[in-house]
Structure formats: C-alpha cells, structure tokens
C-alpha cells in the first residue's frame, strides 16, 4: 500500500484541470474520507464524541462516494445524492430491476445467458427471484434506517457482525474457492458480461464506432484471448481478489452508511424541533459510542480495500495481507 496517498493516481493541481477526469474526483473523495477518519479517531481519544461521530459520518459519506465514482454507481454525482450514498444503492437496484425485466423479455439474450449459468449449475430464473427477493430487503432496510438515529445495541451488533463476517472471509479468500471453481466463475463471468452490458456499458470498453452486435463479439474475443494466456491462473486469482474486494467494501460501506448517515446533521448541530442536544445524548453511555471504535476499524478496512482496488492492475491482491478486524 502507498504510504502517501497522493502515490495512488498523480493529480494535477491547477484550476482549470484538478478533479478533470473521473478517478481524480474519486481519489479526492477517498483522501479527505481518511482525513476524516484520522479526526474522528482523534477526536475519540478526546472523548469528543458527538464531533468523533460526526466526522466518521464524514468519513463513510466520502469513501462511499469515492467508490462510487470509481465504479460509475448511478446518483454518484455529490450535487445528487447529499449526505445520503445510499440513494446509489436504490438507484443501483432500479438499474438492476430494469435491466432484469429487459433480459426477460428478450428470447435471444435471455437463452444465452442461462445456457452460460447452466454450467455453474443454476438458472437465471432462481438468481432473478433470489435478486428479487434480496432487492426487496435492502430496500425496506435503507428506508428503515434512514432516519433512525437513536440505534439499539442489539441492531448494532447485528451489523457489526455482518461486518466481521465479511472481513474474516475476505482475509481468508484463497481458501474461499479452489482453482478449477475460480476458473469456472471467471469463465462464467466472461462468458455472460458481453450479453448483460447495456450499450453505454459496452460502448464505454469498445469504443470503436461499430454496431453493438459487433462491439459484444469484440469483447468476447478480448476475453478469450486472456482465458487463453500465458499465467491465466495468477489471473483468475487476481480477477477474483479484485471481484471479492469490490463486493466487500461495497457492503461494509453499505452497513457504515446505515449506521452513520442518521448522525449528519445530528450530531453537529442542536434540534430545536425534537429539543436534541448533541453534548448531552453522545455520552460513553450510548451503544453507539461504545462501539465507534470498532466502526472506525471497519471503515479504515473498507478504505483500505478501496485503496488496493485502485492499484489492481499493479498489486497480487490475493497475497496482500487485508486487515482482519478480530
């Protein structure tokens, strides 16, 4: 990992260029969100905990910005989603809802994706219920949660659970899947993404002015010409490094962001219409503050992962030592 972050994408710094292409926005995000965090930590020791809060808050909000930025998640625009990047994950599932119902309807694109899923074992239909089912959950969570500042102890824990669960399985992801089950997946993978791409997506990789039909059979041969490559193992391992750690710190993000965003406002500033007093309700008292340092490791974590998925094309993130939260 780069001890200066600034190593990560170089930026230029002058007013007509700085934050000019995608990955300098998201890169911006993600070093004030470690700023953050560093205040928050601090400010903990301090035992100022409704600004330590406050700035974890921040923290969360601008590494999950961040990682929407890099991964082109929609709402991902500040002006757009505020102090809430949750709204990428609903937008993100309404993209997926779409995008679902469009397959369906469409013979061709529908048989040729469940022929590839028939050789993991599994039909579209069961992952389009099972998305269904899930969509729905994540959903009725945020909406749930995305007012609910005074947290019990209990529901914290659960979602501090879920993420050390992630954290443990990611550090141990070579003994996730042996080597033949990562090929299938990366070959699964590259047999199905020329056929779910939309064509904004596609025309994003293959830029050539071509019809979509073409652009699909391009990609296709791209991908096989890496399956057929010198060193495909190490490759298959690096692709599916970089699967996991965009998934986990998707849902570590996720989970932080349920937790926090209720405090954005909260935490800095009085109510006076629900008479709330920041000073007094973040004492060492409350389940939330007892627990902000595990939050704050968490969030570190998911930075952490952010940061290697920056340098993917440069770093075996298999072998890379991810932090284990115990």
């Given at each position: 990992?780069?001890?200066?972050?600034?190593?990560?994408?170089?930026?230029?710094?002058?007013?007509?260029?700085?934050?000019?292409?995608?990955?300098?926005?998201?890169?911006?995000?993600?070093?004030?969100?470690?700023?953050?965090?560093?205040?928050?930590?601090?400010?903990?020791?301090?035992?100022?905990?409704?600004?330590?809060?406050?700035?974890?808050?921040?923290?969360?909000?601008?590494?999950?910005?961040?990682?929407?930025?890099?991964?082109?998640?929609?709402?991902?625009?500040?002006?757009?989603?505020?102090?809430?990047?949750?709204?990428?994950?609903?937008?993100?599932?309404?993209?997926?809802?779409?995008?679902?119902?469009?397959?369906?309807?469409?013979?061709?694109?529908?048989?040729?994706?469940?022929?590839?899923?028939?050789?993991?074992?599994?039909?579209?239909?069961?992952?389009?219920?099972?998305?269904?089912?899930?969509?729905?959950?994540?959903?009725?969570?945020i909406d749930e949660n995305a007012h609910e500042y005074d947290v019990s102890n209990e529901k914290l824990i659960t979602l501090i659970e879920d993420m050390n669960v992630i954290t443990s399985k990611f550090n141990d992801i070579k003994n996730v899947f042996d080597s033949e089950t990562t090929s299938k997946i990366v070959n699964l993978i590259f047999d199905l993404t020329p056929h779910i791409l939309d064509e904004n997506q596609l025309s994003s990789i293959v830029s050539e002015d071509i019809p979509i039909e073409q652009k699909k059979e391009?990609?296709?041969?791209?991908?096989?010409?890496?399956?057929?490559?010198?060193?495909?193992?190490?490759?298959?391992?690096?692709?599916?490094?970089?699967?996991?750690?965009?998934?986990?710190?998707?849902?570590?993000?996720?989970?932080?962001?349920?937790?926090?965003?209720?405090?954005?406002?909260?935490?800095?500033?009085?109510?006076?219409?629900?008479?709330?007093?920041?000073?007094?309700?973040?004492?060492?008292?409350?389940?939330?503050?007892?627990?902000?340092?595990?939050?704050?490791?968490?969030?570190?974590?998911?930075?952490?992962?952010?940061?290697?998925?920056?340098?993917?094309?440069?770093?075996?993130?298999?072998?890379?030592?991810?932090?284990?939260?115990?």
């Open positions: 990992m780069p001890e200066n972050t600034m190593d990560i994408i170089p930026i230029i710094q002058t007013k007509e260029n700085t934050l000019e292409k995608t990955d300098d926005m998201s890169v911006c995000f993600f070093r004030m969100a470690l700023e953050d965090l560093e205040s928050s930590e601090i400010l903990y020791q301090y035992k100022k905990y409704s600004q330590s809060i406050f700035y974890l808050q921040q923290a969360v909000e601008k590494g999950f910005k961040a990682y929407g930025i890099k991964f082109s998640l929609p709402k991902n625009d500040p002006q757009q989603n505020h102090h809430n990047p949750l709204l990428m994950v609903t937008k993100l599932i309404e993209q997926q809802r779409r995008k679902q119902n469009m397959i369906l309807r469409d013979n061709d694109r529908y048989s040729r994706i469940n022929d590839a899923l028939k050789k993991m074992g599994v039909s579209y239909d069961d992952i389009y219920l099972e998305f269904k089912e899930n969509s729905v959950k994540v959903t009725n969570t391009k990609l296709t041969k791209a991908f096989e010409g890496i399956r057929n490559m010198d060193g495909v193992s190490d490759f298959n391992d690096k692709f599916m490094s970089m699967l996991f750690l965009m998934l986990g710190s998707f849902i570590l993000f996720i989970n932080l962001a349920l937790i926090t965003i209720p405090h954005a406002a909260i935490a800095r500033y009085p109510q006076n219409k629900i008479s709330f007093d920041p000073y007094a309700y973040y004492t060492d008292e409350l389940p939330l503050v007892q627990h902000l340092p595990e939050l704050q490791t968490y969030t570190r974590v998911a930075l952490e992962w952010l940061e290697k998925l920056y340098n993917v094309n440069g770093t075996v993130l298999i072998n890379s030592g991810v932090p284990h939260v115990p």
